[in-house]
């Protein structure tokens, strides 16, 4: 299955319970403190089982918006 900005929009609204409608793919999440680590851990596990790949910790770093998260997706999934 193929991420999309709203299947990745509606996780991250689930985790945190904030809306999300008016953030844009490229505001910052962690480092804004939209979603705090315990939400990116959930992210991980989402992101493997959406893509079949591991997600290195390393990749964690690189992940901090919208845009980013449906990024790292696509190169995992063409692995």
């Known amino acids: 299955m193929e991420l999309t900005s709203t299947s990745v ?3 991250l609204g689930k ?8 953030v844009s793919d490229d ?10 680590s ?16 591991r997600v290195a910790p390393e990749d964690l770093q690189a992940i901090d918006s919208v845009r980013s998260i449906l990024e790292l997706a696509a190169s995992k999934s063409k692995r």
């Open 27 to 36: 505001d910052k999440l962690f480092s804004s403190g939209i979603i705090d």
């Open 9 to 11: 929009r509606e996780f």
């Open 38 to 53: 315990f939400v990116m851990i959930d992210l991980l596990g989402f992101l493997e089982k959406h893509t079949g790949a």
């Open 15 to 22: 985790k945190t319970r904030a809306d999300l409608t008016k």
